[in-house]
């Protein structure tokens, strides 16, 4: 089923009990970090937490952990809550080959019901904001929906770009924003300051949870997230136009804040507890001016805990990692079969492949890094066999310790792109990568001693599902 | 902003210039502070790790120096034509 609003996918994860309300009285700090932080903590089967007793505030509600387990990242997909990680990414795969779907454009979103403008302008007032790490420099807006287009082409609703990038708030009216510069947002605010003019942006929190998974999805430069969500949802995602900018935001968001990215201003912002698990440092980064915000009655602040990994962010972004460079190496080399690129947004990849002819495996771990999100991540890619599960970590260590010799199978390379948080990097934004070819060579690669490797007896396929029957006390 | 015989402090910088950047909708629960030269907010309820200099993490103590220091991201680019 497709949730047209965060409020929709909470109570259908209510529905699925996947949904905790903590009705006791809870302080700011430490409290709700710590328990999304905690719930993080629970394994697989997390819940997503919703609070609305806080101390101070007399009309908060916070969702937490939304996505923060594979359970909850399966109801958002509208696919049962046991499904496997495998099947949720191989489902993702198969919805994405029907992008784009055209997204419907709706009248009267119900966050126009409630509007500030110039001196009213306030973010305090709209959201119960709050700490999430020790070391962090304030409070963040991490799960929002940041939509701008590109000023060559005002336009080109295919180059509107809408990514979640960090917020600082740093003011009533002022957000500090951390646009990487692999990212679509940095190539916008690019040109406008080359022309020295501001950058508009809408700002859309609380989302319906496809909006928030497109938001952290690398897409082409060209794509729309819009259309991708509409693919990913199974249904036309339903879109609104922000009355400042006249931007595209999603029609069911809980608040919708606009203004501009001052064009050729940097200020002090950070650090934050990012998910590198490593805090990034004090940075000089772009301003964002609030000049409106809409937004329901009563809004639902939606955050997200990160930290040490796996915390909420990892689930959010796994799948949505895996796919789109699985599906860009499969464009040129269909031998690809499987990539798993969860592990710290994909700063680790692992890629299955079929072989053409000796060195192609590296050949394709060489191009896992020259995707667009390669450009930026990808520090390491492991190459397995065809026959090797990227999902099943047992069977991937057996590869690295029985197909790899490290005189030959390390392909090293110095001076790499990678994005500035990667904490090893030196200087920050450059890395070695390195590709580790743990597949079987193949001629004319003769080398090693492979020729009779033991496979899985012709029987043992049956046998698995008789014994399963067994077990389940069916014959 | 500071209380009789108290003199606010950045517990991050040790600047003395705060400012308050909201209060709680209920009166009276907390304040949320901001420090004038390093940015760091703080709401006045946090545990004393976030909020009093002599009990702030060293490894997250800011100078001026650092401020200045910090690199930029992203970079700003050379004005079109210009450059
Ligand atoms: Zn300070």
Known sequence: MAY?????????????????????????????????????RLGENAPALYFDNVTGFTNARIALNAHGSWAN?????????????????????????????????RQDPPWSENVLEGE?????????????????????????????????????????????????????????????PMHDIALHLGKAEQSDEDLPVAIALGNDPMISIVAGTPLGYDQSEYEMAGALRGTPAPIATAPLTGFDVPWGSEVVLEGVIE?????????????????????????VRIDRISHRTDPIFESLYLGMPWTE??????????????????????????VNAMYTHGLLAIVSTKKR?????????????????????????????????????????WALSSKVNAANDLVNLPNMSVLELDPGSQPPGISNKLVIDATTPVSPDNRGHYSQPVTDLPETGAWVEKLQNLMHGRS | MGKEGFTPMCPRCAHESISKLAGSPVAGAWEVLQCQRCLYTWRTTEPDRRTKRDSYPEAFKMTQADIDNAPEVPAIPALRGRG
């Open chain 1, 357 to 397: 002819y000796g060195g192609f495996a590296r050949a394709v771990g060489l191009r896992t890094m020259t995707t667009p999100h390669g450009l930026g991540y990808c520090k390491m890619v492991i190459v397995v066999d065809e026959d090797v599960d990227p999902f099943n970590l047992p069977q991937v260590m």
């Open chain 1, 263 to 287: 064009g050729r201003k940097r200020e002090i912002e950070g650090p934050f507890g990012e998910f590198t698990g490593h805090y990034s440092g004090g940075r000089n980064m772009t301003v």
């Open chain 1, 120 to 180: 009213d302008v306030n973010l305090f007032d709209v959201l119960p904001l709050f700490r999430l790490n020790d070391g962090d420099g304030g409070f963040y807006l991490d799960k929002a929906a940041v939509v701008s287009r590109d000023p060559d082409e005002p336009d080109n609703f295919d180059k509107q770009n809408v990514g979640t990038y960090r917020l600082e708030v740093k003011g009533t009216d002022k957000l500090g924003m951390q646009p990487v």
């Open chain 1, 4 to 40: 047209d609003d965060l409020r929709s996918y909470l109570e259908e994860l209510g529905e699925q009990q996947q949904l905790l309300h903590v009705d006791e009285q809870v302080d700011p700090e430490p409290d709700l970090a710590a328990a999304a932080n905690a719930a993080a």
């Open chain 1, 73 to 105: 990242h399966a109801v958002a997909m509208g696919l049962p809550t046991a499904t496997s990680t495998k099947e949720q990414v191989e489902e993702f795969i198969r919805r994405w080959e029907n992008f784009p779907v055209t997204p419907e454009r």
């Open chain 1, 313 to 338: 962010i990892d689930y959010l972004i796994g799948p949505a990692t895996c796919v789109p460079l699985h599906q860009q190496l499969r464009a040129e080399f269909p031998e690809v079969q499987a």
